[in-house]
């Protein structure tokens, strides 16, 4: 059983580092998203930005993924491949990024709607997204992994909406995916312990429909089982004594978001 690595200041604080360049990414990606934009030309322009910054992106090559961004539509729960697919308004777009900066991880992921959407769906990345602060604010010393869960997957299913089980939240910092797993759906007060130094991504993956999923021949995009579009919000959190860390921020891409409406 491969063990939780913890995380001294300094190492908190490169973390940091790696995830506000990744933030700023999806910052720039907020820019130029919209109807008519190709999804391949914003993996270019993350990995461009990147590197462009000094970073690298930590997904392209991870365990063969071809691509720096995982950009998966509407139906597409995760793991999308970035193509000559052209947005358009009423899509959802969801955007996972890793970011390797002075060797040290970040990841976190945001969904942009695009022009108009179904009230429905909106109502679909709204919950997600406070499913997110939910887990975030669990994330403090002396509680558990199934505090987080729970926290999560109660807000979900009290909006009639279904929790992806098959993928995980993660450890992270200096590697993409390390111990512990961080489950969207738990019990209260089980699991591992939450202590000071640990990093971790937690990543709801919430479904308008079903919570089932399919994983497609090309080995890597998860699908709704329904049809039905799913939403999918990430930050990398550092985990503290009274109240979490939250190590990226959604703070650029809302500016601009701000901006453009
Ligand atoms: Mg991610
Ligand atoms: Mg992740």
Known sequence: MPKIYYKSEEEIELIRHSSQLLAKTLGEIAQVIGPGVKTIELDTLARTYIRDNGGEPAFLNYSGFPYSLCISLNDQVVHGFPSTYEI????????????????????????????????????????????????????????????????????????????????????????????????????????????????????????????????????????????KPSAHYEHTVAVRKGKADVLSTFQYVEEVLEQKR
């Open 88 to 227: 358009k308004e009423g899509d959802i777009v969801s955007i996972d990024c890793g970011v390797i900066l002075n060797k040290f991880v970040g990841d976190s992921a945001y969904t942009f709607a695009i022009g108009e959407i179904n009230p429905d769906t909106r109502k679909l990345l709204d919950v997600t997204k406070e499913c997110l602060n939910l887990g975030v604010e669990k994330a403090v010393a002396g509680m558990r992994i199934g505090d987080v869960g729970y926290a999560v997957q109660e807000h979900a299913e009290k909006n009639g909406f279904g929790v992806v089980k098959e993928l995980v939240g993660h450890g992270v910092g200096f590697k993409l995916h390390e111990k512990p797993e961080v489950p969207n759906y738990g019990k209260r007060g089980s699991g591992a312990k939450l202590e000071e130094g640990m990093v971790i991504a937690i990543e709801p993956m919430i479904n308008a429909g079903k919570a089932g999923v399919k994983f497609w021949k090309d080995g890597w995009t998860v699908s709704t089982v329904d049809g």
